[in-house]
């Protein structure tokens, strides 16, 4: 399991996470990473940022944000994805 930074917290979490499995008090939760400039505020901040994901393709979008400390799924499908196959074909 790859794990990131979580902010400046010194804390490292999975980069894939099932909602609801890991504390998240401090960051900021995100929909989406179209909010570039919320993204990269709360980075700048140190504040985790945290994308909620529905799909593999946002998955992989919001993991291709250094910026993003891990991705939040409710589907169990997603924990499993191939990311580098996903990423690098």
Known sequence: MRERWFGSTGRRVPEVVLDGTVDLEG????????????????????????VRAKTAEE????????EVACVLVRDKALLELDLAGLTYG
């Open 27 to 50: 960051a900021v939760i995100l929909d989406s990473v179209s909010d570039v400039e919320r993204i990269r505020a709360a980075h700048l901040e140190g504040s985790p940022v945290v």
């Open 59 to 66: 998955v992989v979008s919001a993991l291709s944000r250094g």
